[in-house]
């Protein structure tokens, strides 16, 4: 190595090689896989309470790749971010998740996950009008799900996208929510349609005798539950709780009084093709 003097160089520097060459490769195949049509949707139901009735379902992107099969997008997500790739394949997402659920029966809508790097194109609204226009589906089915990452800086023209949307009749939701450090504070800068109360509170839903600890920790869940879905109510804001896996969080859940429930017991992720059977089968 060039740093012959620096033990730690020498020491970290082959680990560090293999990092960026697994990176490097990743990159160069996730920039082939839109026209591979590698990427695939699966779709996740999302059930209101009252009525137990299906509402829509949210597109989660799947990557099947050729040689390491189905790739998580927790693992090549971020990079997409960070190295604007996300723009591309976020917009194959829009209008795939469009065209899918212009084959649904109405009112059943659509939630698109769309990352803070999209908030920077100049041209989302018009990409989502487009989508939108191509697919037939009328915007008051589409969903866009926004963690805070997008309001982080809070720039004007976010605000301005996120009105623009909305006035085209798309609803919003705060995704993870609760997971950020200021949660609350974005609320009051934007009128979300839904808050998605993150999977992390749900699964601190315990049993009875949680809590007893001064000041709040694990096993608190459902104190928090409590506060955000009366926060909701108050704010006349839509609030699904995530990452539901068993029937004892579900009742807890409607205790609490959350609107709407997601998770794998109602369902897991499922293929495009299947929805139609899923709905049918309800
Ligand atoms: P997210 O938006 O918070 O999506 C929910 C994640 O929780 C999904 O993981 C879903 O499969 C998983 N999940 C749902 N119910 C349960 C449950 O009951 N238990 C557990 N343990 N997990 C549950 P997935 O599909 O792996 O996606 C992970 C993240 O990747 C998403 O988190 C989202 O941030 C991102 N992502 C996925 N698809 C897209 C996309 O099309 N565009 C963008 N920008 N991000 C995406
Ligand atoms: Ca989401
Ligand atoms: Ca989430
Ligand atoms: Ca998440």
Redesign the pocket.
């Known amino acids: 190595a060039k740093l012959d003097g620096r033990a730690t160089y020498r020491f970290f520097e082959p680990e560090m090689d293999a990092r960026m060459q697994a990176r490097r490769r990743l990159e160069l195949d996730m920039r082939q896989a839109l026209a591979r049509r590698e990427f695939q ?2 779709y ?1 139901p999302q059930l209101q309470l009252e009525g137990d009735r299906l509402v829509g379902c ?5 990557w099947q790749h050729p040689v390491r099969g189905m790739v ?3 693992d090549f ?1 971020p990079l ?2 960070e190295i604007g790739l ?1 723009v591309p ?2 917009e194959w ?1 829009m209008r795939q ?1 469009c065209r899918d659920a212009a084959g649904w029966p109405a009112p059943l809508s659509v939630a ?4 803070p790097a ?1 908030f920077k194109s100049e041209r989302l609204v018009e990409m989502v009008m487009s989508a939108l226009a191509a697919s037939g589906l009328p915007a008051t089915r589409l969903e866009v ?1 926004i ?1 805070e990452g997008v309001l982080l800086h809070e720039s004007e023209r976010t605000l301005q996208t996120l009105h623009r949307l909305r006035e085209l009749g798309v609803r919003v939701s705060m ?2 929510f609760g997971t950020g450090y200021s949660s609350l504070s974005y609320l009051r800068s934007f009128p979300f349609d839904k808050i ?1 109360i ?2 992390s509170f ?2 601190d839903l315990t049993g009875a005798g949680k809590g007893a600890g001064k000041g709040a920790g694990k096993g608190d869940g459902e104190a928090i539950i409590r506060a955000i879905a009366g926060l909701g109510r108050s704010l006349g804001m839509t609030t699904v709780a ?4 068993t029937a004892d969080q579900l009742e807890r859940i409607r205790a609490e009084g959350c609107t709407d429930v ?4 109602i369902s ?2 499922i293929p495009a093709a299947e929805v139609l059977a899923f709905i049918a089968a309800r």
């Open positions: 949707l699966h996740q949210e597109a989660l992107i799947r998580s997008p927790l997500i997409a971010e996300i394949i976020g997402v998740a698109v996950n769309v990352s999209q799900e963690t995704d993870d998605k993150d999977r749900v699964s995530e990452g539901v896996e997601q998770g794998y017991l897991r992720p």
